[in-house]
């Protein structure tokens, strides 16, 4: 989740030599530094030669992922199992999240101003709690459900336990374990963000080994590496770069760590602010935000071998062609000016490009692109195909994600 995402990709980057930001005096030309918001989101910076509102390359992405989130107040009986409530979070297909094993992890903060970090289901020895279906020898008055509701969102609720204890309580049995483990009460859940995902780890896919089958490659399969691209610059860059990692993207870029705050805007102002000294006003800060050339980074459908009927093969795109131009219509699209520009990037570094535009009347999606659009900054959204999206295991071309990270290293240090 956005929560373990944001720490291992803090822990990346400072075994990088990037400091976290405490203070103005640390803005100086070459400083590494990252601007941590609320341990969910981030920003990482190279500062360049140039001052900001000469220009800057920005690489945003989100890193939260379509998931199950449990309620504030979970836990009931049913049957002789202890199950949580929950709800679901972003565009998934839920009857896949079925049957298969899952792990609860993030945070519950306490009263006394405490923080517990949960983490069940990682590791090999750990178990795992799972949302069980129907069997196919009594299930015949499920069959006539559709496709979008063979699993209703109040049934998915995972089994977390089944033994009583000597009160006959099994949600007591499970409430002491969490007690032990994690020194919590029951109302400490209301304070606290846990969230269900699947305990699968990344593994190759194909024969050839071609391709990567992992959970979150939308959207952490580009905001890994632009992460890992921005720690690969080997010099001080002429223009400042950054990373620009976000919460909240899959349901609609809200909350203080989701691309709709001011959280961009006030990182561009304290280092617009730092370098102009006493000459600074706020309009360098809009100067700044409005000479930023960015990629919205994020990851889009590819053409499916099962379903290719679902694409419109000329402006679809295909694993293994490279990253997509995305290309909506209805004036969602990058200016015809920028693209070119990105184009002659790709073409001279001999990048191979595609673009990816949904069928007519379909289907669609979303990027943070639009956010930073408003701050009239220049943006183009530019990502991956995969297969199986919103799924618990998702698919990415291995060569995808090679020529994507070439695209973000030539980007945050071009002219």
Same mark, same amino acid.
């Given at each position: ?7 291992? =990709? ?13 203070? &103005? ?23 360049? %030669?140039?001052? =900001? ?17 449990? /309620? ?10 202890? =199950? ?34 949960? %983490?069940?289901?990682r590791k090999p020895d750990d178990p795992i709690i799972i949302i069980p279906d129907a069997a196919p020898h009594v299930d015949s008055p499920l069959r006539k459900?559709?496709? &979008? ?18 009160? @006959? ?6 409430? @002491? ?9 029951? %109302?400490? =859940? ?49 223009? &400042? ?14 909350? @203080? &760590? ?7 805007? /006030? ?5 617009? %602010? ?15 935000l409005t000479a930023a050339k960015v990629i919205s980074a994020d990851a889009n459908d590819g053409i499916s071998p099962l379903f290719p009927g679902l694409s ?40 191979p490009w595609q673009t990816a535009s949904y069928k007519v009347e379909t289907g669609g999606g979303g990027t943070i692109g639009g956010q930073m659009s408003k ?22 071309? /291995? ?17």
């Amino acid at each position: 989740t956005e929560l373990s995402s944001t720490k291992e =990709l803090i822990d990346l980057l400072r075994t990088e030599g990037f400091a976290l930001y405490s203070n &103005t005096a640390q803005i100086k030309k070459g400083a590494k530094l990252i601007f941590n918001n609320r341990d969910r989101a981030l920003i990482a910076v190279i500062i360049g %030669e140039q001052s =900001l509102i000469k220009g800057s390359r920005l690489i945003g992405a989100h890193h939260d992922s379509p998931r199950i989130d449990i /309620k504030a107040r979970p836990l009931y009986e049913q049957d002789g199992f202890a =199950l949580l409530q929950t709800i679901y979070y972003g565009g998934i297909k839920k009857y896949q999240w079925v049957n298969i094993p899952l792990m609860l992890s993030g945070r519950i903060d306490k009263k006394d101003g405490t923080t517990v970090q949960v %983490e069940i289901g990682r590791k090999p020895d750990d178990p795992i709690i799972i949302i069980p279906d129907a069997a196919p020898h009594v299930d015949s008055p499920l069959r006539k459900r559709e496709y &979008t509701g063979v699993m209703e969102g109040e049934e998915m609720d995972p089994i977390i336990g089944s033994i009583p204890d000597q009160k @006959n309580s099994i949600l007591n049995t499970v409430m @002491n374990v969490l007690s032990t483990s994690y020194n919590c009460t029951e %109302e400490d =859940l209301v304070s606290a963000e846990l969230h269900i995902t699947p305990a699968i780890g990344a593994r190759d896919i194909g024969l050839d080994r071609s391709l990567i089958g992992s959970y979150g490659q939308d959207d952490r399969s580009c905001s890994y590496v632009a992460i890992r691209a921005l720690m690969g610059i080997e010099k001080t860059p002429d223009l &400042t770069a950054f990373a620009y990692i976000v919460d909240n993207e899959e349901t609609g870029n809200v909350n @203080n &760590t989701g691309a709709a705050s001011t959280f961009l805007n /006030k990182v561009y102002g304290i280092i617009s %602010e730092a370098q102009a000294g006493k000459d600074f006003s706020e309009n360098m800060t809009r100067q700044a935000l409005t000479a930023a050339k960015v990629i919205s980074a994020d990851a889009n459908d590819g053409i499916s071998p099962l379903f290719p009927g679902l694409s419109e093969k000329t402006n679809a795109a295909k694993l293994g062609f490279g990253p997509s131009i995305k290309r909506y219509g209805r004036s969602f699209d990058a200016n015809s000016e920028f693209t070119a520009w990105i184009r002659n990037l790709l073409d001279k570094k001999s990048i191979p490009w595609q673009t990816a535009s949904y069928k007519v009347e379909t289907g669609g999606g979303g990027t943070i692109g639009g956010q930073m659009s408003k701050e009239d900054m220049e943006v183009i959204d530019i990502g991956i195909p995969l297969l199986s999206m919103h799924s618990p295991f998702e698919i990415a071309s /291995k060569i995808d994600i090679w020529n994507l990270h070439r695209l973000f290293t030539e980007f945050y240090i071009a002219q």
